[in-house]
């Protein structure tokens, strides 16, 4: 004897109307044979019979309403068998669905998971260290050569890493990060794509699962919202989905934030949505010593990781280690100036501002510790709670807009890690909430500055 | 190959005894797996979205069978029939669709997002159109190892309407990169028909302005269809570039498990159903031929309920991942 039982025709379907039969007892029927219309919320829907045999009992009458998910509406006798449909509906979990309703007992797992805030994050990546030793000789480099050698040196060392995009062979890249790299390394591994973001960030991330480690760069980040579908729901969350089957060891790199005077649609700072996405690794370096040392780790770093470099950035020059593999770990904030008055947070370009503003807040007898966040997920949050348990006041900076911003989440972070610490409000400088203007005037307005900085801390320090 | 349609005629009479009867079992492997999925989802067993497979099986199985070991593979959310069609265990799929410890993806992917490195099964995708994008990428790492691998890249109907697909076309066609794009014409996008969706209904011509040559074929014929997937496979291997092959098919159940499929009439259905089932076309040409019996078939269907059977109580049977499991495989 099998049972049929009552089906769930959708994800929420828990009863429905028996609208009519399609059979009737002593009828034969096949796998596959339509035996039964059942009404959800939604549809008339067929059921279609999985095991033969003949009818030996209609128990739920047609027209009959609210009939319960898994209620036993009919037998079938003889046939060839597989088992009893009401046998394996006894080894469901109970209370529903195998995910796990609430209240459903067994199925809810009870165990508590593990705080977020503690797994959220790989272990910062080793190598040499940044730590500058005595004696080494530091030399001065672009921003943007730091980058074009952090490449060049990991394609030296492992023939998967490769670099594609639009304009990175010939045209030596449309920022010249990738100057030169042509030359050396030949088209199969210096890229040409067409302008096609969507495309080629989708085909970096199948060569990144089939084992390559490509950097895929945009020529800006801005262009790159026609691919973030493939940089979260493909990059990020695969190796999730796969149970740990699938790996995704890719760089998005390329510049982020406002240029100068490029309008709305070219002036965007995407730090906060990609350090909101599990699974991705989201840097935002400010000088060149950082961003070579970091895109080293973040070539080598086998989940994917988004890198936000700074146009206004590019042609600067920083002194940087003259060492042999220069690597920064990532995870890992670095406090570029100590001080005991107020801790200001800033990445990318901003810590300049926020450098600056240190000097002038100096002269004003006011002691700034500037902490750069450089990496955005995972963020350094002990490093920030220490420097706020000392200062007591916090002010964020960050060139995108405010809500839902970098800036909120350290203050929301530091307001519950270390709330009893806090003698002032902690204060966000950022963005005006509106799209970037092109008129000079507008655009200085609109964006974060040393000035709005030093407002801020006089604010939080009651100056 | 051309661009226009060539159909496979007397493909079918190519096929040896041995290949219609691995056929056979394999296809209604994927037809009785799938009903009983089906019946799962009712209990309450499989949760989510759960897209069924039954009536398409020709199309994997004779593509399968153009294959060579190491050659990848990648597809939508229709993919159970891609999984069992490489060769992957069907307790660990039926284990993954009711969300338990042994599934393949440990329970955290369910129907539509399944893997196997060791299979060369890459998903399992559920973004509409984005499994080419990620094929594509797959078929550029064989050029750029040349290994000689080439990788199948699956999408339907729906999909063939994305952008991304036609970038993914660009550049493998630019770059001549070894995937074969097989669209499962199965004539609907969830309920919108191609005739409404598509302003070029003839899919394999999509590929023209890319240079990329598109054969139309037979998807309810498995023999037909592995002989187009030879012909495919050996241009993709051979450096000449991406393929383009339409497989015409049909879904006999509805998008998804809550889909009612009202937007076709019962006479359509019911015509594929009795016409021109791809099982049932193997099961005449193998009786027809003297190389079986209705007895002899039905004890392989025997077999497979047994399979089938053994998977269903696994997937029950298997516990629901450990908490500890909630964030494991963020990160490596």
């Known amino acids: ?77 003889g046939g060839e068998t597989s088992p009893p449909a009401g046998e394996v509906a006894a080894k469901r979990p109970e209370g529903g669905r195998a995910g796990g309703t609430p209240g459903g007992g067994a199925a809810v797992p009870s165990a508590r998971p593990p705080s977020p805030s503690l797994r959220e994050g790989p272990p910062p990546q080793g190598g040499r260290g940044e730590e500058v030793t ?15 050698d952090a490449m060049a040196e990991e394609m030296r060392r492992d023939p998967n890493v490769f670099l594609m995009g639009e304009e990175v062979a010939e045209y030596q890249g449309a920022y010249k990060v990738s100057r030169e790299l042509l030359a050396e390394f030949g088209p199969t591994r210096v ?17 990144a699962m089939a084992g390559l480690k490509p950097i895929v760069e ?72 950082d961003a070579k040392g970091l895109l080293k780790a973040a070539i080598r770093n086998p989940n994917p990781v988004v890198f936000l470099e700074h146009e206004m950035l590019y042609g600067t020059e920083f002194e940087i280690p003259d060492v042999a593999d220069w690597l920064v770990p990532i995870g890992k904030a670095k406090v570029r100036r100590a001080g005991g008055d107020v801790t200001i947070t800033a990445h990318s370009r901003m810590v300049g501002a926020a450098l600056k503003a240190a000097e002038h807040l100096a002269m004003e007898g006011i002691d700034a510790e500037v902490i750069d966040l450089r990496t955005l997920r995972p963020l350094d949050m002990a490093t920030i709670v220490a420097s706020v348990k000392k200062t007591n006041r916090l002010v964020t900076a960050e060139e995108g807009w405010g809500q839902s911003g970098v800036g909120a989440e350290v203050c929301a972070r530091v307001t519950s890690e270390a709330f009893d610490y806090l003698d002032a409000p902690p204060t966000r400088v950022h963005q005006v909430d509106a799209p970037l203007a092109y008129a000079a005037n507008l655009e200085a307005l609109a964006l974060p500055s040393t000035e709005k900085i030093v407002a801020a801390v006089k604010a939080v320090t009651y100056r | 190959m051309g661009q226009t ?25 994927i037809r009785r797996f799938e ?37 990848q593979v990648i597809t939508a959310y229709r993919d159970h029939g891609h999984m069992l069609a490489a060769g992957m265990d069907p307790n660990a799929i039926m284990a993954e669709l009711t969300g338990r410890r042994d599934g393949c993806s440990k329970g955290k992917g369910g129907s539509m997002h399944m893997f196997s490195t060791e299979k060369a099964f890459y998903g ?22 040349r290994d000689g691998k080439i990788c199948l890249t699956y999408f339907g109907d729906g999909a063939a309407n994305q952008g991304q697909v036609y970038e993914s076309f660009n550049m493998a066609s630019l770059w001549k990169l070894p995937v074969v794009y097989i669209v499962e014409n199965n004539q609907y996008a969830m309920g919108t028909s191609i005739q409404r969706s598509s302003s070029e209904t003839h899919l394999h ?74 099982i049932e076309h193997v099961k005449k040409l193998l009786i027809d031929a003297g190389h079986a019996s209705e007895e002899s078939l039905k004890e392989i269907d025997r077999e497979i309920r047994a399979v089938v059977t053994a998977s269903a109580e696994f997937a029950q049977s298997s516990p629901e991942p450990d908490a500890r499991e909630l964030m494991t495989d963020v990160y490596l």
């Open chain 1, 191 to 207: 890229v040409d794509t067409p302008i096609t973001e969507h495309g080629f960030a989708g085909l970096g991330v199948g060569a």
């Open chain 1, 218 to 289: 945009f020529m800006t980040w801005n262009f790159a919202m026609q691919a973030i579908d493939q940089i979260i729901n493909s990059a990020a969350k695969t190796l999730y989905m796969s149970g740990g089957q699938i790996k995704s060891s890719i760089v998005f790199r390329g510049p982020n934030g406002a240029a100068s005077r490029v309008g709305a649609q070219h002036s965007q700072d995407y730090s906060s949505w990609y350090s909101h996405v599990p699974g991705l690794i989201v840097i935002a370096p400010y000088d060149a010593a």
């Open chain 2, 35 to 71: 009903e009983r999925a089906g019946q799962l989802y009712g209990m309450g067993l499989i949760g989510g979205f759960c897209h069924l497979y039954i009536g398409q099986e020709a199309v994997v199985i004779g593509m399968q069978a153009a294959l060579k070991p190491g050659d």
């Open chain 2, 124 to 145: 399992g995708h559920g973004i509409v159109g984005a499994q080419v994008s990620l094929g594509t990428g797959l078929a550029f790492a064989n050029r750029y190892r």
């Open chain 2, 205 to 278: 011509k999509r590929g023209i302005s890319f240079n990329i040559p598109g054969e139309e074929v037979d998807g309810m014929d498995v023999v037909a269809v592995r002989e187009a997937g030879l012909r495919a496979a050996e241009h993709a291997r051979s450096g000449e570039g991406p393929v383009l092959l339409e497989l015409k098919t049909y879904r006999y159940r509805g998008h998804s498990m809550s889909d009612p499929a009202k937007y076709r009439s019962k006479e359509e259905v019911e015509e594929m159903k009795t016409r021109h089932d791809p």
């Open chain 1, 1 to 77: 004897m099998t049972q049929i039982l009552m089906p769930a025709l959708s994800p929420t379907m828990e009863e429905g109307n028996l609208a009519k039969w399609l059979v009737k007892v002593g009828d034969k029927i096949e796998p596959g044979q339509v035996i039964a219309e059942i009404e959800t919320d939604k549809a008339t829907m067929e059921v279609e019979a999985v095991d033969e045999g003949v009818i030996s009992a209609l128990l739920v009458a047609e027209g009959a309403q609210g009939v319960r998910v898994n209620t036993v509406i009919a037998e079938l006798s």
């Open chain 2, 5 to 29: 349609a060539t159909r496979a005629n007397g493909a079918s009479e190519d096929a040896s005894k041995d290949d219609l009867l691995r056929f056979y079992r394999d296809m209604l492997l």
């Open chain 1, 134 to 148: 005595p004696g080494t000789v530091m030399i001065k480099i672009t921003l943007r050569d730091a980058l074009r």
